[in-house]
């Protein structure tokens, strides 16, 4: 048997980051501490599954023209299964991000959403 534990992402701030996904998800800090090339790292999520969070010493951004699509080995979203699609969408509306791509269709339903870094991110709730 395998099974994803995490996935590694670079961040502007890994507290901010951490925060959101805690206030929108439920989920908690695992683990936080220095990492390397003299970046930080947060482990956010649950007991057996999170994000790794990585914000290095110098800022890099990202603009809304930044194609992870069009780039090869890019990131293009993280998906995260809830138990209700419809509180969780008030509390990324709460949080400033606006929903986008709804999808009604077996076997779940879903939106999309962006974070203050443009990582999209998919909320479905199957059911």
Known sequence: MSRLEH???????TH?????LNAIFGWHVRWEGASIDNGYSMHVGEEDTYL???AGPNEQKVTEDDASYGTRGGLN?????????DAVEERVKAYGFEPHFHADYEPGRRFY??????IEIEVVEYG
């Open 16 to 20: 901010k980051t951490a925060q959101m």
């Open 77 to 85: 979203h993280l998906g995260v299964v809830v138990d209700d699609l």
């Open 113 to 118: 959403f962006y974070d203050h870094d443009r």
């Open 52 to 54: 790794a969070l990585y």
């Open 7 to 13: 996935v590694n992402i670079t961040v502007s701030d």
